[in-house]
C-alpha cells in the first residue's frame, strides 16, 4: 500500500480533459511539494511537474499541477493518444525522511 | 545535452552484491546530487539514497539502509549503487537520476539514466 494514493487508472478520449488525484497526510503533502512524473512502460520515468504546478521546459501547459492541503492534481487537457502512460505524484514524507512516490495511475486514450 | 548512462543488465544469485554505474556528463557533476531508484516488475518506483557529486556525502531510505552503498569518483563523473544480500525481491529496474533540491533535504530528479535491469534468480 502506497502512502501517496492515487487510481489506478483513469480513461479519456482525444482531446479531452482529464484529472488525476494524488491524496497524501499532513506529513508529505501537507508539508511539502509535490512532483509528478511520467513513464511509458519499459522506459525511464520523465519530470511532469515539480513544486506542485512548475513545467520543465520542453512540457505543454496542456499538463498543469495543483495542491490544496493533503492533496494534489494533475491535469491534462487536449488529451492526445501520445499521453498514454503511467502517471506517478511523489513528495517527501516528514515522519518517515523518505520520498515516497504514489502508486501509479494509468492513463488510456480511448 | 545532459546524459546519464547506466551500466547494463545483471543477473545474481542470492546472497550475491551488485554493483551498477551511472556515468554523467553534459552538466557539472560535483554541483548536483544524484539520486538511485528503483521500481520492481509492475511497481510504483522507490527511492533508495542520493550523494552529493561534490562532498560525496550520502543519505539513505530506511527502507536500504545498511544494505545499500552509494558512491562516485569525481574523476570520470560516475556514481555508483552497490547493493548487497540479494533476494528474488531485489529483482527490479535501477535507476539513477539528477536531483533539484526544492528545500532542504527535499529534490525532484529532471534527468534519469536508462535503467538496469537486475535479476535474481538461483
Known amino acids: 500500500q502506497s502512502v501517496l494514493t492515487q487510481p489506478p487508472s483513469v480513461s479519456g478520449t482525444p482531446g479531452q480533459r482529464v484529472t488525476i488525484s494524488c491524496s497524501g497526510k499532513?506529513?508529505?503533502?501537507?508539508?511539502?511539494?509535490v512532483h509528478w512524473y511520467h513513464q511509458v512502460p519499459g522506459t525511464a520515468p520523465k519530470l511532469l511537474v515539480y513544486?506542485?504546478?512548475e513545467r520543465p521546459s520542453g512540457v505543454p501547459d496542456r499538463f498543469s499541477g495543483s495542491k490544496y492541503g493533503t492533496s494534489a492534481s494533475l491535469a491534462i487537457s487536449g488529451l492526445r493518444s501520445e499521453d498514454e502512460a503511467d502517471y506517478y505524484c511523489?513528495?517527501?514524507?516528514?515522519?518517515?525522511?523518505?520520498?515516497?512516490f504514489g502508486g501509479g495511475t494509468k492513463l488510456t486514450v480511448l | 545535452q545532459i546524459q546519464l548512462v547506466q551500466s547494463g543488465a545483471e543477473v545474481k544469485k542470492p546472497g550475491a552484491s551488485v554493483q551498477i554505474s551511472c556515468e554523467a556528463s553534459?552538466?557539472?557533476?560535483?554541483?548536483?546530487?544524484i539520486h538511485w531508484v528503483r521500481q520492481a516488475p509492475g511497481q510504483r518506483p522507490e527511492w533508495m539514497g542520493w550523494?552529493?557529486?561534490?562532498?560525496?556525502?550520502?543519505r539513505y531510505s530506511q527502507t536500504f539502509q545498511g544494505r545499500v552503498t552509494i558512491s562516485r569518483d569525481t574523476s570520470v563523473n560516475t556514481s555508483y549503487l552497490e547493493v548487497s544480500g540479494l533476494s528474488s525481491e531485489d529483482t527490479a529496474v535501477y535507476y539513477c537520476?539528477?536531483?533539484?533540491?526544492?528545500?532542504?533535504?527535499?529534490?525532484?530528479?529532471?534527468?534519469w539514466g536508462q535503467g538496469a535491469l537486475v535479476t535474481v534468480s538461483s
Open positions: 537520476a539528477r536531483g533539484i533540491m526544492v528545500r532542504g533535504a527535499t529534490y525532484y530528479f529532471d534527468f
Open positions: 553534459g552538466y557539472t557533476f560535483t554541483s548536483y546530487t
Open positions: 550523494i552529493n557529486g561534490g562532498y560525496g556525502t550520502t
Open positions: 499532513s506529513s508529505n503533502i501537507g508539508s511539502n511539494f
Open positions: 513544486r506542485n504546478n
Open positions: 511523489a513528495a517527501w514524507d516528514d515522519s518517515l525522511s523518505d520520498l515516497v
